[in-house]
């Protein structure tokens, strides 16, 4: 079965500055999925961004951006310029190619100091 | 706007009763999931379907059902309610076909059980 680590239950930064929150997974298969999703106190779970592990360039979304180690099986997110609304729960997911559910990481909670 | 709901939002309940929490989607999806999330877990699977009359068990099931006798619909039964079924649940759903589509979230059902 895959696994989804996610290292740093806990992180912080200044506002403006840019820090890395760090994702490794397991597993056996070629064809698959990986997702970035914020949690903000609201609970609601918002899709950040994805990388298609057939792709060898790493995903950007604005100021999101993912490092994809696909040999080492890591999957990093950087925030860069980070705002005061960045704070929340990030989680790193995983999706399998030839199914729909997703595998989450336990999550690691950012919090961002004006 | 399509979107996907989940009733009651917040529940409290006593050991031992049996408790449903609704979950309606207007995507026409055929894919819907249920998770719970709790602290040092991220979120876990505990069942999902792919279609009308489909099930499928997850990783955290024990003690939970699901049926789908419709599209839209997909509520999640736990048979005698225990503490540590206490979570927040959330419930998903996606298109059929490409594995890479983005599965959509309700607002999360929190459930206490006393």
């Known amino acids: 079965a895959q696994t989804v680590t996610q290292s740093q239950p806990e992180m912080s930064v200044q506002e403006a500055e840019t820090v890395t929150l760090s994702c490794t997974y397991d597993?056996?298969?070629?064809?698959?999925?990986l997702f970035w999703y914020k949690q903000p106190p609201s609970r609601q779970m918002i899709l950040v961004i994805r990388?298609?592990?057939?792709?060898?360039q790493n995903a950007t979304e604005n100021r999101f951006s993912v490092n994809f180690q696909k040999a080492a099986k890591s999957f990093s997110l950087k925030i860069s310029d980070s705002q005061l609304g960045d704070a929340a729960m990030y989680f790193c997911?995983?999706?399998?190619?030839?199914?729909?559910?997703?595998?989450f990481g336990q999550g690691t909670r950012l919090t961002i100091n004006p | 706007d399509a979107e996907i709901t989940q009733s009651p939002r917040h529940k409290i309940t006593e050991t031992g009763r049996q408790v449903t929490l609704a979950c309606h989607q207007t995507?026409?999806?055929?894919?819907m999931f249920w998770y719970r999330q709790d602290l040092g877990h991220g979120l876990r699977l505990i069942h999902y379907?792919?279609?009308?009359?489909?099930?499928n068990k997850g990783e955290v099931s024990d003690g939970y059902s699901v049926s789908r006798s419709n599209t839209e619909d997909l509520p999640l039964t736990l048979e005698s309610a225990a503490s540590s079924q206490t979570s927040v649940y959330f419930c998903?759903?996606?298109?059929?076909?490409?594995?890479?589509?983005?599965?959509?979230f309700g607002e999360g059902s929190w459930l206490t059980v006393v």
């Open positions: 998903a759903s996606s298109e059929s076909g490409a594995s890479g589509n983005t599965i959509y």
């Open positions: 597993t056996s298969e070629s064809d698959y999925y």
């Open positions: 990388q298609e592990a057939y792709k060898q």
């Open positions: 997911a995983y999706r399998s190619g030839g199914a729909q559910k997703l595998v």
């Open positions: 995507w026409n999806h055929n894919n």
């Open positions: 379907s792919y279609g009308v009359q489909d099930t």
